[in-house]
């Protein structure tokens, strides 16, 4: 098939399918590749495919050019795949005649250097909280790990599943936690403010070790320390070997002390996942421990609800299958109200909307005339 096509992203792909059938191209890396049998015997391939927002699964039939293509592909090649995408009943995402290629050089340079546009706008957020921090020792902690980690961190994803599990998720993640944070404490004024931000900017900087793809992939490897540690372990490893490093004699005679801010901070790190059957060493004992918690959980969880709109099926008008780790139905949100055109006249209205509120009161205007009766509200 020509690249005559638009050349979209998976995630772009995912929205477009929703309105029919789409040509398209993408350029994506190989995550994984199997060799089935169908039910019949005959063999056919699965080609997991991911770019920096999201992944598909391609399924490649004996009888079709791709499956040759599949005979000598590996796992980790850059590949471009054109093809006639649409929404499969059981499959989700999926193509029809669709043939491959390997990416050149360029394009292959091309595929990992971008970022989404969220990554880029999620780090300049960051930095910029970070550089104003009113503590100079958490400020000079946050711009030392920025500098010497920020790569690593921009390709982190923050999770394997569930939520943000993409190169570049826990940047997303990090920033979208740091917007509340902020905006909750202009309500909750007693709270230490550098602290909690500081708190989110480190409370999984251990996933930059657990869940970081590699400088040329986009999927998300397991490693050995992540495996063995988990990542709070090494955030507590981390940051205190960070702050070992941090010019403590310079402020020695503020306060709080730097013991407390430290001990403070690791209380963070150490209490975010809330229970010690989520993996919390300790138990949140602060005002900035349970909030970070709180955050944390609920950004994840909110993530989690926006994936599942945009990837489960309908199952009656305006209600979607459950979507796991979901444990119910999602019904379609409320948009907000439209307001009312300014020039409209008390004579456009309708006379429900239009009569005086004394005779709605009095009775003279039926205002519930067009209601349901098996309406239950």
């Not at 290629?101 to 970070?130: P, Q, T, Y």
């Not at 958490?138 to 920020?150: I, M, N, P, S």
């Not at 229970?275 to 004992?285: A, I, W």
């Not at 955050?295 to 009656?316: F, G, M, Q």
């Amino acid at each position: 098939m020509a690249e005559s096509v638009s050349r979209l992203k998976i995630a772009e792909l995912r929205d477009r399918v929703r309105e029919g059938s789409v040509s398209a191209v993408i350029h994506a890396q190989v995550e994984d590749l199997r060799r089935k049998h169908a039910a019949n015997g005959n063999p056919f391939w699965e080609v997991k495919l991911r770019d920096e927002g999201d992944s598909l699964v391609l399924r490649s039939w004996q009888d079709t050019r791709s499956f040759e293509a599949c005979e000598t592909l590996q796992v980790g090649a850059a590949v471009c795949v054109s093809g006639e995408f649409a929404r499969h009943p059981s499959f989700g995402l999926d193509a029809k005649r669709w043939e491959l290629r390997l990416l050149g050089d360029a394009e292959r340079a091309a595929l990992f250097e971008g970022e989404r546009l969220a990554s880029v706008r999620a780090w300049e957020f960051i930095v910029e909280s970070v550089g104003a921090l009113r503590d100079p020792r958490l400020r000079e902690l946050g711009v030392r790990y920025l500098d010497a980690f920020g790569d690593r961190f921009r390709r982190a994803a923050a999770a394997r599943q569930n939520h943000h599990a993409w190169r570049g998720g826990l940047v997303e993640h990090t920033a979208q936690m740091m917007r509340s944070a902020k905006a909750l404490c202009t309500v909750y004024t007693d709270w230490n403010e550098d602290l909690l931000v500081s708190g989110v900017l480190f409370h999984d900087c251990g996933k930059l070790w657990e869940t970081c793809p590699p400088e040329e992939g986009f999927g998300i490897p397991f490693s050995v320390e992540g495996e063995l540690l988990g990542h709070i372990a090494i955030g507590f490893e981390f940051v205190s070997s960070l702050w070992r490093e941090l010019p403590l004699e310079l402020w020695e005679d503020l306060t709080p002390s730097n013991d407390s801010v430290r001990a403070h901070l690791l209380h963070l790190i150490g209490s975010h996942h809330g229970q010690h059957e989520f993996g919390s060493p300790v138990l949140p004992k602060t005002p900035e421990a349970f909030a970070l918690h709180f955050i944390d959980n609920l950004d994840a969880k909110l993530e989690t609800v926006r994936a599942a709109y945009e990837k489960a099926s309908p199952v009656a008008p305006g209600i979607f299958e459950r979507a796991w780790p979901l444990t119910t139905n999602l019904v379609a949100p409320l948009p907000a109200v439209t307001p009312p055109d300014p020039v409209a006249s008390e004579s456009d209205l309708p006379p429900s909307l239009a009569a005086d509120p004394d005779e709605l009161v009095s009775g003279s205007v039926d205002a519930s005339a067009d209601k349901d009766p098996y309406s239950l509200f």
